[in-house]
């Protein structure tokens, strides 16, 4: 969602979270921010993804299209319409629905980021260019490649943010005990680690939260 971004935001996830239909999803929080700013205007694109099997349903309200970063190199562009937030007939003209293969990628974006260069057509061509590239990194590093190669050498005019949402392969659970002490702490943490490491996760963020429960526990 662009600027103004909380309040539709908020109101999104309530929509979202209510099950309505992805391709309805644009058209209820229009009717919903009308009652509560009725001068904001917001694109938007939404979607409802299913881990075990892939399928991933996209709808938009004025907003560029979703990429979906294919691991033989290619990348398609996932082309969906509507009006945005805010406008006469806001809402999603219907919906595409397209399936993640394990390793696949799909990259959500603002449009501050296919704008800076001034022409939205080149600069989507350019992003399209520069994520089949990226397609191999690691999903954390690809929106920091993205953005940065995208801005570089340009006047940001805009909001930028990208996100990057990949499909990975169903992973086991991690079970442990853990003793008492300094040492079986040490040894469960670098143990969950590698794990995490395993299933192509950067394990970082969630190391420090196991360590901190760990020692507190």
């Given at each position: 969602?662009?600027?103004?971004?909380?309040?539709?935001?908020?109101?999104?996830?309530?929509?979202?979270?209510?099950?309505?239909?992805?391709?309805?999803?644009?058209?209820?929080?229009?009717?919903?921010?009308q009652v509560q700013?009725?001068?904001?205007?917001?694109?938007?694109?939404?979607?409802?993804?299913?881990?075990?099997?892939?399928?991933?349903?996209l709808a938009s309200g004025g907003h560029p299209p979703a990429l979906i970063m294919r691991t033989d190199g290619t990348v398609e562009v996932v082309e969906t319409s509507g009006s945005p937030i805010g406008w006469p007939g806001a809402g999603s003209d219907g919906t595409a629905e397209v399936t993640l293969e394990v390793g696949e990628t799909?990259?959500?974006?603002?449009?501050?980021?296919?704008?800076?260069?001034?022409?939205?057509?080149?600069?989507?061509?350019?992003?399209v260019e520069l994520a089949a590239g990226?397609?191999?990194?690691?999903?954390?590093?690809?929106?920091?490649?993205?953005v940065g190669r995208m801005l570089a050498g340009t006047d940001r005019r805009d909001d930028t943010?990208?996100?990057?949402?990949?499909?990975?392969?169903?992973?086991?659970?991690?079970?442990?005990?853990?003793?008492?002490?300094?040492?079986?702490?040490?040894?469960?943490?670098?143990?969950?680690?590698r794990w995490l490491s395993g299933q192509g996760y950067d394990p970082s963020d969630l190391e420090t939260v196991a360590a901190e429960l760990l020692v507190n526990a």
């Open positions: 969602v662009r600027k103004p971004a909380s309040a539709p935001i908020s109101t999104l996830r309530v929509v979202a979270a209510e099950g309505t239909p992805v391709g309805q999803i644009v058209g209820r929080v229009d009717t919903l921010m700013e009725p001068e904001l205007a917001a694109t938007a694109v939404v979607g409802r993804y299913t881990p075990a099997t892939g399928r991933l349903v799909l990259l959500l974006y603002t449009d501050g980021l296919i704008e800076a260069r001034k022409d939205m057509i080149a600069g989507l061509e350019s992003l990226a397609a191999r990194l690691p999903t954390a590093k690809v929106p920091v490649s993205l943010l990208a996100l990057a949402v990949r499909r990975v392969a169903s992973a086991e659970q991690f079970h442990t005990v853990v003793d008492r002490g300094p040492e079986p702490v040490r040894s469960t943490h670098g143990r969950l680690g």
